[in-house]
Each structure stands twice: as structure tokens, then as C-alpha cells.
């Protein structure tokens, strides 16, 4: 099988990628490893310039179709104490708010809107186990689908195929690593109607637990210390559930809900970048070329804001028979400032923050920088900008 482009990995830079190559009338192929998008505790945040790329597409009112909860402020409750970390009304534009909603729902809508175009085919149930190699050049890859080994020869190739690139493994690229003093434990537990709206994050004492309004339930995220998911199960699901009530004590009457660690998935937290996300014939983007930390939940802007960057640089190289690793620089170059600009913001956080609060004893005061956002409410304009725009967001220009 032959294609302009193999895309390696159906998730959101993957299939924005493929949707936008084939809008623009380049051939691509797209391969995912399962039959189907529907696995839980995936990246559900759809950022404020994601949702204007979408309505650029036409697919807006598809958006406001599907399941979702649109959130227009991020709040932190240190000591009891309740604080705004960001006020996405302040945002500019159309969408002043985050979006929350199942990742399958989006990956559907967008597999489903790039099968309209011709060029565009997906490979499900298709996993990419090596790359072809030609004369020192990537020329295409080696995958294992349903009836069997199948190559896929391509122009270039795509690695978005996230922190566990197989691509990237195979060509022998080590990112570099930043450190995270943290991994993350996700669930999720039933919401009443009472019960806070939005975004909002507990933070006490050797803990910080993050409640996503998902509607009917809370998507939680709960912070522990890195490689410590051991030693919390040894101390017991009783004492996971008591910590946390400790952190939301309106969550105290249905803890129960996590019967077992099964209900439990695990996040090991990566922050890392690739010195070069190219070589001849090969492009890595989105978490095969920059792991983030889940702080501010911005890997899934920053991954598809790589595919509008690259579709852009590369569609007429590709289409006029030029591309060149040159060409595939410049892609980035353009995405280089938005990844280390948010990298740096996170791990500046982890150490500054995160990494006293895993190891303390007792109560802890909120930052100097989140007082300083209640005094100044215009402030708040600052992190909403920064999570839900990002440091450079990438365009498209209407059809």
C-alpha cells in the first residue's frame, strides 16, 4: 500500500493531521492500533483555540452536538480557602471557556469528517511495529494489522503515536527528560446536582485531587508523589478513599464507588523533548516529540496546534514533489516556542509548588502567586490565556 503520507497514530494530532493533509488533496493514510476510540481517562479538554479550528472546519454545531460541559473557570481550594487561577471569560474571542468532552466523541467526529474526502484512509486495528528504510531515508512503515503484516510506503511519515512512539523508538531517538516529581491517579465518582460546577482543584497536605464536571460524574485526577502507586496500594483502598474525602468532603458519601484498585487507571507523568523531531523522510509531532505534564491539561492543544502547524508547512511541499528536510524544520521551528514555553511553565510549577506540596506534613498556604490572582482579578486573564490559547496558536483560513 502506497500514500503521500502515513500518519502513525489515530489520536488528536494524528487525525487533525490526516483530516487537514486530505482537505488539502494530499493522499494520506492513518494508522491506529485499535478497533475503536473508546478508552477512558484520555485527554478530554477541547482548549478555546482547538474549538475555533473546528469551527474553521465547520464542524462547530457538530461539536455542540456530542456529550460535553463547557467550563469558564479554573478554581484552586487551598486550607479551605477558595481561589480563581484562571477566568476564561476574560478569554479574546468567540469561545471564552474550556470544553469537556469524551476524547472518542472528538477522534469520531474527526475520523468521520475526514472520510468524506477521498484521499483520506484509516487503518484501524493496525499497529506500526517498524519503519522501512531506503538509501539512510524513512520511505514508509512495517505494521501488524488484522490479516496480518502489512507495509505501508509513504513519502513521509508521521510519528503521533504519543510518549510510547514506537517510531520514534525504532529510529533510536531518546527525548530528553525534565523531571516530574509527580504521577497521577485517575476515576472517576458520581456528582449530585449540588455539588460544585466547573473545574475545580482540592489541594491539603501531601495531596492535590482535580475534579473535572463531567455532567453526571466528577473525572478526577489525584496527584501522588512519582513512583509512589506502590506504596498507596499497600496502605489500602480504605486510606485512599479516606484521603479523598480529606481533600473533598462532599465526595465522602460515595468514595465506596471506587471499589477496587481496578476503578483506578494510572498516569505515569512524563515532561520531555527531542532535540530534532525530523530526519529524512520522518516528522515526529505531538507527544512522540514533546511529552507535557498534565498541569493545565494543554497536551492535546499543544499536539493538534503541531498537526495545523505542519499541514500548513508541508501541504504544497508535499503536492509539488519537494519536501525536504529542510521543510520538515521549519515545522519545528514554527512549534519549538509554544513546547518550551509551556514545559517550562510546567516544570517551574512542579519544583516551585507540586513538589513541596507531595512531601508535606501539614496545611500549606496558597502561593504567593494565587493570592496575588484573587487581589487582581485581571490577572486571571494571564493563566486562561496561557491553558486556553497557548503560547502561539496556529490557524487555518476558511474553505
Not at 478497533?35 to 464542524?59: E, K, N, P, Y
Not at 479554573?74 to 471564552?96: C, E, K, M, N, W
Not at 505515569?268 to 505534564?293: C, E, F, K
Amino acid at each position: 500500500m502506497t500514500a503521500d503520507v502515513c500518519v502513525v497514530g489515530g489520536g488528536p494530532a494524528g487525525l487533525v493531521l490526516g483530516l487537514l493533509l486530505a482537505r488539502g488533496g494530499v493522499p494520506v493514510t492513518v494508522l491506529e492500533k485499535h478497533a475503536d476510540f473508546l478508552r477512558d481517562f484520555r485527554g478530554d479538554t477541547v482548549h478555546a483555540s482547538t474549538l475555533d479550528l473546528l469551527d474553521t472546519l465547520g464542524l462547530g454545531a457538530a461539536v455542540r452536538a456530542r456529550p460535553h460541559r463547557d467550563v469558564d473557570e479554573l478554581r484552586i481550594t487551598v486550607d479551605s480557602q477558595t481561589y480563581t487561577l484562571a477566568d476564561f471569560t476574560r478569554l479574546p474571542g468567540r469561545h471564552r471557556y474550556l470544553t469537556f468532552m469524551p476524547q472518542w466523541d472528538l477522534l469520531d467526529l474527526l475520523a468521520e469528517e475526514a472520510g468524506r474526502y477521498p484521499g483520506f484512509t484509516l487503518l484501524r486495528s493496525t499497529e506500526a511495529t517498524d519503519v522501512l528504510r531506503e538509501d539512510g531515508r524513512v520511505v514508509g512503515v512495517r505494521a501488524r494489522g488484522p490479516s496480518g503484516e502489512v507495509e505501508v510506503r509513504a513519502g513521509l511519515t508521521v510519528a503521533a503515536d504519543g510518549r510510547g512512539s514506537v517510531v520514534r523508538e525504532r529510529l533510536g531517538l531518546t527525548p530528553v527528560d525534565y523531571g516530574a516529581p509527580m504521577d497521577v491517579l485517575w476515576f472517576r465518582l458520581p456528582r449530585a446536582e449540588a455539588d460544585p460546577v466547573g473545574l475545580d482543584m482540592r489541594v491539603g497536605a501531601g495531596g492535590l485531587l482535580l475534579l473535572i464536571d463531567r455532567g453526571e460524574y466528577f473525572q478526577i485526577a489525584y496527584v501522588i508523589g512519582k513512583g509512589s502507586y506502590d506504596a498507596v496500594v499497600a496502605a489500602g483502598l480504605d486510606r485512599f478513599r479516606d484521603r479523598v474525602a480529606a481533600l473533598a468532603p462532599h465526595l465522602g458519601d460515595r468514595v465506596d464507588h471506587i471499589a477496587s484498585w481496578e476503578d483506578v487507571k494510572v498516569l505515569t507523568v512524563q515532561v520531555n523533548r527531542l532535540r530534532r523531531w525530523y530526519a529524512p523522510g520522518v516528522l515526529l509531532i505531538g507527544d512522540a516529540a514533546h511529552a507535557m505534564s498534565p498541569i493545565g491539561g494543554v497536551g492535546i492543544n499543544l499536539a493538534v496546534q503541531d498537526a495545523v502547524a505542519a499541514a500548513r508547512l508541508l501541504t504544497a511541499p508535499i503536492l509539488e514533489r519537494r519536501l525536504s528536510s529542510r521543510v520538515l524544520a521549519k515545522v519545528q521551528r514554527r512549534r519549538s516556542l509554544p513546547t518550551i514555553g509551556t514545559q517550562t511553565m510546567q516544570v517551574v510549577i512542579q519544583r516551585a509548588f507540586l513538589g513541596r506540596l507531595l512531601t508535606a506534613r501539614r496545611p500549606i498556604d496558597a502561593p504567593l502567586p494565587v493570592r496575588l490572582l484573587r487581589r487582581f482579578p485581571a490577572l486571571q486573564a494571564v493563566p486562561a490565556r496561557v491553558i486556553g490559547v497557548g503560547f502561539r496558536p496556529e490557524r487555518l483560513h476558511r474553505s
